[in-house]
């Protein structure tokens, strides 16, 4: 497929409870952009076991196309304006061709799951490692490694200590101007949002810019100690290529 050499698409591969609604809002407050939420994800729930248990999963899958080939064609198309940003996660990418990912740079964001688990456990209870993006994201990153494609590493707490400083790096690795623009928004949904966003938004729409960093402070949830352990050997490697 023929891209538009003057489209910069920037390709998000979140895990989730990691700010990625904030970063995508965060895009939003640009003219030059568009962005997209999580494309992806019916096709992710037409062809896995999530569809049994992600709240809304029927009415997420009959509000978007789900058909990978088709939303990657999508993705690779003209775009409405110089920017897109597509917010996604690593583990939808369930038996997909990915050398289109070649086509824009590539944003592995990822969050401490000390933090992360016990915020994902609240609305989908007792996850698996194949929910939570941690093993997927070090295969993704294995594979752009391999491929020579661009990419960039973004830690949620290191996001929300410096705001400017990596945003202006990301913009900078993308080809892109730092808006100050970027750093603020009006609270409430927007029109972007999937409709899983009653699920899993109540935070962002609560909130107008990047909230300043506070350590939780809640007992970590006993059952979820194993995935903790096997989660953090995956973060551990992640985190050693984030911007800082």
């Not at 996604?88 to 990915?98: E, F, P, S, T």
């Not at 799951?113 to 993006?133: A, C, Q, R, T, Y």
């Not at 101007?177 to 935070?203: C, H, Q, T």
Request: aromatic share 12%; charged share 25%.
């Amino acid at each position: 497929m023929k891209v538009r050499p003057d489209c910069k698409r920037i390709f998000l591969w979140s895990g989730p409870r990691n700010i990625s609604t904030t970063l995508m809002y965060s895009f939003a407050q640009r003219i030059d952009a568009v962005v997209y939420d999580e494309p992806l994800y019916g096709a992710y729930l037409k062809h896995t076991p999530a569809d049994d248990y992600h709240p809304g999963a029927n009415e997420i899958m009959q509000s978007m196309d789900c058909d990978y080939d088709a939303v990657v064609a999508m993705m690779l198309g003209a775009q409405k304006r110089p920017v897109a940003f597509f917010k996604n996660m690593a583990h939808h990418l369930i038996d997909v061709d990915r050398s289109f990912m070649a086509q824009g740079i590539n944003v592995i964001l990822t969050r401490n799951p000390l933090e992360m688990l016990p915020s994902f456990d609240k609305i989908i209870s007792n996850p698996k490692i194949e929910d939570v993006g941690y093993r997927a994201h070090v295969e993704l990153l294995n594979y752009l490694e391999a491929n020579h494609m661009e990419y960039v590493v973004i830690d949620a707490t290191l996001l929300l200590k410096n705001p400017v400083g990596v945003l202006k790096q990301l913009c900078e690795v993308s080809g892109v101007l730092f808006d100050s623009k970027m750093l603020s928004w009006s609270k409430g949904p927007r029109i972007e949002d999937g409709v899983w966003a009653k699920y899993w938004y109540s935070n962002v729409h609560a909130s107008s810019g990047y909230m300043p960093y506070k350590k939780k402070e809640d007992p970590f949830p006993k059952h979820l100690s194993p995935l903790l352990q096997e989660c953090e050997k995956y973060y551990n490697e992640i985190l050693k290529r984030a911007l800082r």
